[in-house]
C-alpha cells in the first residue's frame, strides 16, 4: 500500500467515524458497541503485527489483555494510582510478560510458542481464579472509569473519542514500525526465515521484540476495556477468546494494516445482526468465514475492500 | 503411604490414558503433515454430544462407541479431503487457521444445536468400585484402561505391520521421498486424519463422566493432551504415549499433595521441558525441513 493510499483512508474513515455518534445521539448501547469494535481492533492490530507481519501464532492474547486489564483495575483501585499513570504501567506489565514468555520458547521453531502461549493462557485465567485480589471466580466489579486531570470518561460519548484517538495513534504506530528497517526485516522473517538469518538479521531477537510489542498493544487494549466495561472476569479471557482474537486478525486480513478493524468490527456486529436468539450462531459463522478466508481470500475482507479498489480503477 | 502412592498411580494412570489417546492423534497429524490440530478437542467434544442423543435413543453402548469412531473417521477425512488438501501448497500457516476455524465451527454448533445446559453423560460401566490388592478402581476407570491399551497395541500394529502404517511412518521422514516412491500419499493422508479426529472422540466419551457434557468441556484436556505430546516429543508416537501416561500419573500425585497446583502443573512442564529439553523425553532431533 502506498503512503498515499494509506493516509487518504486514515483520512476517510476518521471523517465518517467523527460525527458516527451523533447519529445515534438517542441510543448509546449503539456506541457503546462502536466502542468494544475499536477496543478489539487495538488488541487484533497486536496479533496482526506477530501474526501478520512475523509468522508467528500465539494462542495466548487474550491472557495480555486479561493482564493489563487487572493490572491496571488494581492499580486504580486498591492503590489510588492516577488512572492514566496506571494505564501506562499495566501495558508495560504486560510488555514484560510477553518477554518473560517469549525468551525462551520463541528460539525453537514456530509451534513451541503457540504451545507456550496456550499454556499461558490457561495458566493466567487459574491463577486470576485463585488470587484474593482479582477477585477471584467472582471478577472484579465496579471499576472506576477513567479519569484524565478532573474529567471523566464516563459516557460512551467522551470513551468513543478516547478511543479513536488510542486506535488511530497505535495503528500509526504500527504502519511506521512495519515500513521501517524493523519491519522489513520481520516481513523477512515471515517470508523465509532461512533467508533473512543467512543476510544477517537476527531472527530470535526480531521475533521477540515482535512478541513483546504485540502484547503490550494487547495488555493496553485490554486496560481501556477494564476502565470501559467497568466488569473483569476470568473466564471471559480464556483459550476461547484467544482463538477468536487470531479469527478476528484472519477475517480482517492478516498483514494489512486496516484489517483489524474490519475483522473487529465483523466480530462484534455479526451476533446483533443475527439477533440474540441465535447467538452461538454467529460462532458458527464466523469459523466458517475464518476457513474461506483462507481458502479465498488470503487477506481476508480487505481483499474485497482491495479488489473493489481495482474494479472501480481507484488506483 | 506407599498404598496412597499406588492408588494415585492408577488413578492417574487412566486420566493420562486419556490425554494419551488425544496427544497420539495430534503427534500423528503432526508428523504426516506437520500440522498443530487444534480442532481435536472440539471435535471430541461434538461427538460425545452425537453420542450422547444415541445413547438416549437406547443404542447399545458397544455400537454407540463404533459410531462414533466413524463420525469422527468421517470429520477427518472429509477435513483433510475438503479443506486441507486444498490450502497444503499454498500456505502452511493457513492449515493451522482452518483447524482452528473447524473449532469454533464445532463449538458454535454444539452450543446452537444442543444448548450450553451442562448434560449428565453416563459411564460405560457402574457399579461398587473394584479391589485390586491395597488398589481400589472404580469400573469405569479399569475399562478407560483395558480400552486404550487395546487401542494403543492395535494402533502399533497398524503403525508396524500394515502398508498403510509404514507408509504414514515413511511420509513422516520424507514426504516428497515417500511420493517418488510410488506411496499413495493422499490416502495416507486421509487415513491419518481419519484417525486423528476419531480418537479424541472416543477420548470424550471415556472422559466426560467425571465432568458434564456441554460445549466446553474438552478445551482443558486439549491443553492437557498438547502438553503431552510435547513433553513425550513432538515426533514420536510412543512418546505421546508415555508422555501422556506421565503427565496423567504426575498431575494426579501433585493434585493429591499440593491442590494449589492442580491446573497449573502442566504448564510448569511445559516451560521445563521447553527450556532443558526441547526435543521432549522421546523425539529425535530433527531437521529443518525446506
Redesign the interface.
Known amino acids: 500500500m502506498k503512503k498515499t493510499t494509506f493516509l487518504s483512508i486514515a483520512l476517510i474513515i476518521l471523517a465518517l467515524s467523527l460525527p458516527l455518534p451523533f447519529l445515534y445521539m438517542q441510543k448509546p448501547s449503539i456506541v457503546g458497541y462502536f466502542n468494544m469494535v475499536i477496543l478489539f481492533a487495538i488488541g487484533t492490530q497486536g496479533l496482526n503485527l506477530l501474526?501478520g507481519y512475523a509468522?508467528q501464532?500465539s494462542?495466548g492474547h487474550a491472557a495480555f489483555m486479561a493482564i493489563g486489564g487487572y493490572i491496571s483495575a488494581i492499580l486504580v483501585m486498591s492503590y489510588n494510582v492516577n488512572s492514566l499513570f496506571a494505564i501506562v504501567i499495566a501495558t508495560a506489565f504486560a510488555g514484560l510478560c510477553g518477554l518473560l514468555v517469549g525468551f525462551?520458547?520463541l528460539r525453537?521453531?514456530g509451534?513451541?510458542l503457540?504451545?507456550?502461549t496456550?499454556?499461558?493462557g490457561?495458566?493466567t485465567t487459574?491463577?486470576i481464579k485463585?488470587l484474593s485480589i482479582t477477585g477471584g471466580d467472582h471478577g472484579l466489579r465496579s471499576i472506576s472509569p477513567l479519569k484524565i486531570l478532573n474529567f471523566e470518561f464516563y459516557s460512551e460519548f467522551s470513551k468513543y473519542y478516547l478511543f479513536l484517538f488510542m486506535m488511530v495513534t497505535i495503528f500509526l504506530l504500527v504502519k511506521n514500525l512495519i515500513n521501517s528497517r524493523s519491519g522489513r526485516a520481520l516481513r523477512a522473517i515471515r517470508d523465509a526465515e532461512?533467508t533473512a538469518e543467512s543476510v544477517g538479521i537476527n531472527v530470535a531477537y526480531y521475533k521477540l521484540v515482535a512478541f513483546v510489542l504485540s502484547s503490550m498493544i494487547a495488555g493496553l487494549s485490554g486496560a481501556l476495556y477494564a476502565h470501559s466495561v467497568s466488569y473483569l472476569h476470568p473466564n471471559t479471557f480464556?483459550?476461547?477468546f484467544s482463538?477468536?482474537f487470531?479469527?478476528m486478525a484472519?477475517v480482517g486480513g492478516l498483514g494489512t494494516i486496516w484489517g483489524p478493524l474490519l475483522g473487529a468490527s465483523f466480530w462484534v456486529l455479526l451476533p446483533r445482526i443475527i439477533g440474540p436468539r441465535?447467538?452461538?450462531?454467529?460462532?458458527?459463522?464466523?469459523?466458517?468465514?475464518?476457513?474461506l478466508s483462507?481458502?479465498f481470500l488470503?487477506y481476508g475482507l480487505s481483499e474485497i475492500i482491495y479488489r473493489l479498489e481495482k474494479k472501480m480503477k481507484l488506483r | 503411604m506407599f498404598d496412597t502412592l499406588l492408588n494415585l498411580t492408577a488413578r492417574g494412570l487412566s486420566t493420562g490414558a486419556i490425554y494419551s489417546l488425544i496427544a497420539m492423534g495430534i503427534v500423528l497429524i503432526f508428523q504426516t503433515t506437520s500440522v498443530m490440530n487444534f480442532a481435536q478437542g472440539n471435535a471430541g467434544m461434538f461427538i460425545t454430544y452425537l453420542a450422547f442423543f444415541l445413547l438416549a435413543l437406547k443404542v447399545p453402548f458397544p455400537l454407540v462407541i463404533i459410531l462414533a469412531l466413524l463420525f469422527g473417521a468421517l470429520f477427518g477425512g472429509l477435513t483433510e479431503r475438503f479443506l486441507m488438501r486444498r490450502v497444503r501448497e499454498r500456505s502452511h500457516v493457513g492449515l493451522l487457521m482452518i483447524t482452528l476455524g473447524l473449532a469454533l465451527i464445532f463449538e458454535g454448533l454444539a452450543a446452537s444445536i444442543f444448548g450450553t445446559f451442562p448434560l449428565n453423560f453416563p459411564p460405560i460401566l457402574t457399579g461398587p468400585p473394584v479391589h485390586v490388592g491395597p488398589i481400589i478402581l472404580s469400573k469405569q476407570d479399569i475399562i478407560v484402561n483395558l480400552l486404550s491399551l487395546a487401542l494403543f497395541t492395535l494402533l502399533f500394529l497398524v503403525l508396524y505391520k500394515t502398508k498403510i502404517g509404514i507408509g504414514a511412518r515413511s511420509i513422516a521422514e520424507d514426504e516428497y521421498g515417500a511420493r517418488v516412491l510410488g506411496i499413495p500419499v493422499f490416502n495416507i493422508y486421509i487415513f491419518i486424519w481419519a484417525l486423528g479426529f476419531a480418537l479424541p472422540g472416543l477420548a470424550g466419551i471415556l472422559v466426560v463422566p467425571r465432568f458434564s457434557l456441554e460445549p466446553h468441556f474438552m478445551v482443558p484436556i486439549q491443553i492437557k493432551a498438547f502438553t503431552a505430546a510435547v513433553f513425550g516429543g513432538m515426533n514420536s508416537v510412543q512418546g505421546a504415549i508415555v508422555g501422556g501416561l506421565l503427565l496423567g500419573v504426575l498431575e494426579n500425585i501433585v493434585a493429591f499433595y499440593y491442590p494449589i497446583l492442580k491446573e497449573s502443573f502442566s504448564l510448569i512442564l511445559v516451560v521445563i521441558v521447553l527450556l532443558i529439553f526441547p526435543t521432549g523425553l522421546f523425539g529425535k532431533r530433527s531437521q529443518r525441513r525446506f
Open positions: 501474526l509468522g501464532v494462542l525462551p520458547s525453537l521453531s509451534f513451541y503457540a504451545i507456550a496456550m499454556a499461558l490457561s495458566a487459574d491463577l485463585r532461512l480464556g483459550l476461547g482463538i477468536e487470531l479469527a484472519i441465535l447467538e452461538y450462531l454467529s460462532t458458527v459463522v464466523f469459523g466458517i468465514a475464518v476457513i483462507v481458502m488470503p
